[in-house]
């Protein structure tokens, strides 16, 4: 089923102070495919996939362990720059939260930081990304705009766009959808469905019917731990745990 | 790596600048307690100075301080209070709460040399209490108003409406949810800011060099009349008017004594302040 | 009228207490309102007269006080062109040494510095703050002026350096509290925004962080320069009271609030001295109200910044 990996994670355990938020878990997340992260509340999907580009090294309680392999590489490797690996591991967040900057100046700052500095150069990736997220026929003409004068769904496709403009290999989400509208939620799951030509895709939902439509393959998460993992067909369907199955029908969570 | 090497220069410097009011406190501190802690004794604080400051303590000056700390306790901490109860729980008017606002703002920030001047002008002079007690307490309770104030209201408002609905919903009046549901818990907060206000008033010079303190009286204040002394005047009497060589020990002395008392109430003011956050997250 | 009057007594018990406690703090609160006015009115009337005075006075009239280059109150002769001067080169001197210092040690304990130490430092910088003004006079006038005299090989260590240098430890502690509010109030999702595009620490303080607190940072910058301004015993003890007109900051000078201080023992009340005197505090009232709005103004223009 997975044929090419893109992300290998190996017995990864993440610890706040006491607490074991995510328990010995291994998956393999292929590449240019919709992996869906699903679960109840507080079963660990944004502890997870927040470890996937290290934003828990932000929170001073983390303890991580296990390893996290990309393209052959382990993340977690103390040689290796974490800034690097953001630039290849994009997020996108839960609430849109763009800069407040310029819709152009949100966009061109991460290339910027990280080297491009002609202004050609970056008005040419403005125009690109926000293209590929969908966005550049409502902005175009309002790249001077504050980004703050977006709805809330425009928002969202900015800060995709913004994460774009980096040329991440992998792009993560954790729940972009929860504080849009349906009309809004659409639109991005088109995005999602597009982008995955391009990218490897990682999205954490709490909408079983989101996962279902748009994901490849989906990862049941229960208290801290990975219960199942599988093609979303599959995993609906004909799932294999008892709890995968609670859980989908609406019995539990 | 270029980028990273900028963020470890600009880090440095910025490190650099935190270790730099360190050190700045601790050298103030350290050549006050060097200079002075070898006069602190118990005859030190009870007994009244002799021979030009030379010899002796500095209870007069530390019971003056006293009295006027009593004195602002007494007149402005009530008053300031219950305006800002008034002012967050009674009154409704979006227009006179802004007019409140701004002007207890304002008042905060004043120099304490133009509360001198109020006090100067208005108790010293136009009332006839003369350089008194009661002149100095008044003036430093007009001082310390709209910090009692602002304080007050802010411990007021942090408490949530849903607190007052509850209290009024169960058929309250509105001085009864106040007293039992609404002071109780803004206490720590309004304590802090009481405490805060009279160190303040402890600590202030200017004021009290306006109103008229003395440098020396033979005899302890008898009356709300009668002249005083206090250690912040004490303190700068000492350093300009005398020679050090003689009143070192006492200058010193009491301005460790002075730095101790209000760094003390300070203290103790920020850790209630602490306590009560943690304890309170609505 | 009187069946009002009934209809009021007729209340509950508890009605008629709350309106008893209600007419209560609404005295209480007016007693506050009219003496916060009071001050107001105090200095006014007191000043005014200087300036009544002035137009029937040959030495000096509005004109002469505002401008006047000579401040010599034993000659009856009031400029306070030295005294402003003299406020604002301790004041920006002192502003020159606290911002660098205080910003750069506000980012330090808000973004870099470990918990345990943020620990040590915080409550330090508050019992800074607390410090009473008379004590740093001290330190100026005794324990730095011979410092300043040597290494600068001056006559004496009284001038506007020792003050600006005691200003500005005094500045500091507020700056730094007010510039970490505003720090703080940056949301933590724009900097994990910034963090999840491969940005380090200072790309984000520097790009996202600062410009957000910006407004707070510079409201909280203008109001240590009005206390610095507004400060007394500092100045007093340390600048070295001498009124003249200067920009060497060795060179004593002497301050608007020291000039008010230092002559008062002197003053008769109800002279032209004593009414002058009243005058720089209108003047030194109305800055701080001025400095006040446009803190306040910069500041509002901050907490609408973000959502």
């Known amino acids: 089923m997975i044929k090419v990996t893109d992300i290998t994670v190996n017995q990864l355990n993440v610890h706040f102070d006491k607490a074991h938020a995510l328990k010995d878990v291994s998956m393999k997340i292929g590449k240019n495919k919709i992996t869906a992260i699903i679960g109840p509340s507080g079963c660990g999907k944004s502890t997870f996939i927040r470890c996937i580009n290290r934003m828990n090294d932000l929170i001073p309680s983390a303890r991580v362990t296990g390893d996290v392999h990309v393209d052959g590489t382990n993340i977690y490797d103390p040689r290796v720059d974490v800034t690097d690996i953001r630039k290849k591991i994009g997020m996108v967040f839960q609430k849109p939260n763009p800069f407040p900057k310029t819709i152009f100046e949100n966009i061109a700052y991460a290339p910027r930081i990280h080297g491009t500095r002609r202004k050609e150069d970056l008005n040419r990736i403005v125009e690109r990304s926000l293209r590929r997220a969908a966005l550049w026929e409502e902005v175009k003409d309002r790249l001077n705009k504050s980004a703050y004068d977006l709805s809330g769904g425009q928002q969202q496709r900015l800060c995709i766009a913004r994460t774009l403009a980096i040329e991440p290999e992998i792009i993560l989400f954790d729940e972009p959808c929860s504080a849009l509208d349906p009309i809004a939620t659409a639109k991005i799951e088109d995005l999602l469905i597009d982008l995955k030509k391009d990218y490897t895709v990682v999205i954490v939902t709490h909408n079983m019917q989101q996962a279902a439509r748009v994901a490849d393959c989906t990862a049941f998460f229960y208290l801290g731990e990975l219960i199942e993992y599988g093609s979303t067909r599959d995993l609906f369907e004909k799932p294999e745990k008892d709890l995968t199955e609670q859980y989908i029908t609406g019995r539990m969570g | ?282 | 009228m009187t069946s009002a009057l009934r209809g009021l007594l007729n209340k509950p018990r508890s009605v008629k207490m709350d309106l008893i406690t209600h007419f209560t703090l609404l005295i209480i609160a007016g007693i506050s309102f009219f003496v916060l006015i009071l001050v107001f009115y105090t200095l006014v009337s007191n000043a005014l007269p200087s300036f009544i005075n002035f137009g029937n006075n040959e030495v000096t009239d509005l004109w002469n006080f505002l401008t006047g280059e000579i401040w010599r109150p034993s000659s009856d002769i009031y400029g306070i062109v030295p005294l402003v001067l003299g406020t604002l080169l301790v004041s920006l001197a002192a502003s020159l040494i606290a911002i660098p210092i205080g910003i750069g040690t506000t980012i330090y304990i808000s973004e870099i510095a470990h918990p345990r130490v943020r620990g040590i430092l915080k409550p330090a910088i508050e019992v800074l703050a607390g410090i009473p003004s008379v004590v740093y006079g001290l330190f100026g006038l005794l324990i730095l002026s011979p410092y300043i005299r040597d290494i600068f090989g001056v006559g004496s260590g009284t001038n506007a350096l020792n003050g600006a240098i005691m200003l500005a430890i005094m500045m500091i502690p507020i700056m730094v509290s007010l510039s970490e509010d505003a720090i703080n109030a940056v949301p933590r999702s724009l900097r994990e925004a910034s963090y999840a595009l491969g940005a380090n620490r200072w790309e984000t303080m520097r790009a996202i962080v600062l410009p957000a607190a910006l407004s707070g940072i510079v409201a909280a910058i203008i109001l240590s320069i009005g206390r610095a301004v507004g400060e007394t015993m500092v100045v007093l003890m340390c600048t070295g009271n001498s009124p003249q007109i200067t920009a060497n900051i060795l060179d004593s000078v002497q301050a608007m609030t020291s000039a008010i201080a230092i002559d008062v023992g002197e003053v008769a009340g109800g002279s032209l001295h004593y009414h002058v005197l009243f005058a720089i505090g209108m003047i030194l009232f109305l800055f701080t109200l001025v400095i006040n709005f446009i803190a306040d103004l910069i500041a509002a223009r901050y907490s609408e910044a973000y959502r």
Request: cysteine-free.
């Open chain 2, 1 to 282: 790596m270029n980028r990273k090497l900028k963020q470890n220069i600009y880090f440095g410097l910025f490190r650099i600048s935190g270790w730099m009011v360190v050190a700045a406190i601790a050298v103030l501190i350290g050549y006050l307690v060097f200079y002075g802690i070898g006069a602190i004794s118990w005859e030190f604080l009870t007994q009244a100075p002799r021979v030009g400051m030379s010899q002796g303590g500095i209870f007069p000056q530390i019971l003056g301080t006293i009295y006027l700390m009593v004195l602002v306790l007494i007149i402005s901490i009530p008053i300031g209070i219950l305006s800002a109860v008034y002012l967050v729980e009674y009154q409704k008017n979006r227009f006179m709460k802004g007019v409140w606002r701004v002007v207890v703002h304002n008042l905060a920030g004043v120099p304490s040399v133009v509360y001198g001047l109020l006090g100067l002008g208005l108790f010293v002079l136009l009332l006839d209490m003369g350089a008194s007690l009661i002149a100095a307490g008044l003036t430093l309770s007009i001082l310390v108003l709209p910090i009692i104030i602002a304080s007050t209201r802010e411990a007021l408002i942090a408490i949530p409406p849903s607190l007052r609905e509850a209290s009024m919903a169960l058929g309250a009046t509105k001085w009864q949810t106040v007293r039992h549901h609404i002071l109780p818990y803004a206490m720590p907060g309004i304590l802090t800011g009481v405490i805060l206000s009279l160190s303040r008033a402890a600590g202030e010079t200017a004021p009290i060099i306006l109103v008229g303190a003395a440098f020396y009286m033979p005899n302890l204040p008898d009356s709300l009349f009668s002249a005083f002394q206090a250690l912040p005047y004490h303190i700068y009497a000492l350093a300009t008017q005398t020679r050090i060589a003689l009143t070192g020990p006492n200058l010193f002395g009491s301005a460790l004594v002075l730095l101790m008392l209000v760094v003390g109430m300070n203290l103790v003011a920020i850790m209630l302040r602490n306590k009560y956050r943690k304890k309170y997250r609505w």
